[in-house]
Nanobody
Framework: QVQLVESGGGLVQAGGSLRLSCAAS????????MSWFRQAPGKEREFVAA?????QYGDSVKGRFTVSRDNDKNTVYLQMNSLKPEDTAVYYC???????????????WGQGTQVTVSS
């Protein structure tokens, strides 16, 4: 079974940057769609970014976040720049056989990593 482990979260000042990593084991990410979702307190889980052979972004992060992948390292990244307090959330990575913005299309999920942005 595929295991996904996120890392790189932490506390950062508004305007700062963080780089999240999602390392996969027990399976490959090659050829699969990999996505980032986030969930803030009291809110529903929100699509952030996806990558397979091209990139997609949620409107709230477009122009600030960049998703990338290194298939040789079996790892997906999320570079987050110009962070805002509204970006505070638990960030999850997930794998799917298709590119999608819907949670139900993803069958493997990580445990999440906390990102907190202070003002």
């Amino acid at each position: 079974q595929v295991q996904l482990v996120e890392s790189g979260g932490g506390l950062v000042q508004a305007g700062g940057s963080l780089r999240l990593s999602c390392a996969a084991s027990g399976g490959t990410i090659s050829g699969y769609a990999m996505s980032w979702f986030r969930q803030a307190p009291g809110k529903e889980r929100e699509f952030v970014a996806a990558i397979r052979w091209s990139e997609q972004y949620g409107d709230s992060v477009k122009g600030r976040f960049t998703v990338s992948r290194d298939n040789d390292k079996n790892t997906v990244y999320l570079q987050m720049n110009s962070l805002k307090p509204e970006d505070t959330a638990v960030y999850y990575c997930a794998r799917s056989s298709i590119v999608s913005r819907r949670e139900r299309d993803y069958n493997y999920w990580g445990q999440g990593t906390q990102v907190t942005v202070s003002s």
